[in-house]
């Protein structure tokens, strides 16, 4: 195959469009910049792409069938910290009401990356070519006849902790930002489709996070697209991204700063991934995001902060966020 690996923003969401448009089952992989983009047919992927969509794979499972280390080494509470001041600061400023604050951290397992793919429990998983695995809970959009739909998950809490449920419903701060994302959301879809509509608000998920479980809040956003949708996939992601859940609101305004306040590139971590089949569409946003680079494994984490965001509340969320879920 002569085409290349990755596509520049244009010639990717082209390409995305015209297999749509040939009904030809493809995966897509977009990162969260949408400088690269990676779109081939199901039948031409290379041996080392393996994906998980819900029931949608490629691969065999396998189980577990050894111990394994993993260690990670957060940056320190105080760095965090100022980060975080930077994000308030924008935020009294007017410039952002709720911003995704994220980190890369070193970790080290005797995994690899395959192996991390293969024994993870996840909705959404996806492993490439020996430079990233991701392991999300998240959903991006599905699209089933000419319905399509959001779930946007903001509001993580131990789940250990006494009545962890009714405690993350019942928080002020995570209510206002799961409502922010939704609105934003809710507006999102509105540039795609029409009749837009909530159909679940906040409701809870348990996810296994290594040695411990975690209790997330999502809703379902839902509205309806033209007949020929599957002739425009590509322009309607490059409406739709970055995901609103990963970035924050406004959204522009938000990326922007983003971009000037992390000090590191995000690469592939918080972009989308997924699969058209010929007739539907489901896709996933990569959280739970593991790199290769020249220096070692990098995981990438992170989470909304609000004006009401408690630093040590989120540091700790931040951190929790670190596992691998074998």
């Not at 105080?78 to 001041?85: C, D, H, L, S, V």
């Amino acid at each position: 195959m002569n085409d290349p690996l990755w596509l520049d923003r244009e010639a990717g969401f082209d390409r995305i469009d015209a297999l749509g448009a040939a009904r030809t089952p493809f995966l897509f992989v977009i990162s969260y910049d949408k400088r690269r983009i990676f779109a081939r047919p199901l039948a031409e992927l290379d041996e080392d792409i393996l994906y998980k969509i819900e029931d949608w794979r490629n691969y065999p499972v396998r189980k577990r069938t050894r111990d394994y280390t993993f260690t990670k080494h957060p940056a320190p509470f105080a760095t965090y910290r100022t980060k975080m001041e930077q994000v308030l600061e924008e935020i009294r400023s007017g410039n952002t009401y709720l911003l995704n604050l994220t980190f890369a951290t070193p970790i080290k397992t005797d995994l690899s990356l395959e192996e991390i793919f293969r024994y993870s429990r996840a909705k959404f998983k996806l492993y490439f070519k020996g430079q990233f695995v991701c392991f999300s809970p998240e959903r991006f959009i599905e699209i089933e006849g000419s319905t399509i739909a959001t779930y946007p998950m903001k509001g993580t809490i131990d789940a250990d902790l006494p009545d962890a449920e009714a405690t993350i419903l019942a928080d002020e701060k995570e209510m206002a930002e799961h409502v922010m994302i939704v609105d934003l959301m809710r507006n999102d879809l509105g540039i795609v489709g029409s009749h837009v509509r909530v159909d679940r608000f906040r409701y809870v998920d348990r996810v296994r996070a290594g040695e411990k479980d975690l209790l997330q809040v999502s809703s379902r956003i839902s509205a309806r697209l033209p007949d020929d949708w599957r002739d425009h996939i590509g322009s309607l992601l490059e409406h739709l991204t970055p995901a609103g859940s990963i970035t924050g609101t406004p959204k522009r305004s938000t990326v922007e700063i983003i971009d000037r306040i992390e000090s590191y590139d995000r690469g592939f971590y918080t972009g989308i991934f997924g699969i058209f089949d010929g007739e539907s569409l489901r896709s996933g946003v990569m959280i739970r995001f593991v790199e290769q680079t020249p220096e070692g494994l990098v995981y990438k984490s992170g989470g909304g902060i609000t004006l009401d965001s408690d630093p040590h509340s989120e540091y700790e969320e931040l951190v929790d966020k670190i596992y691998l879920p074998v």
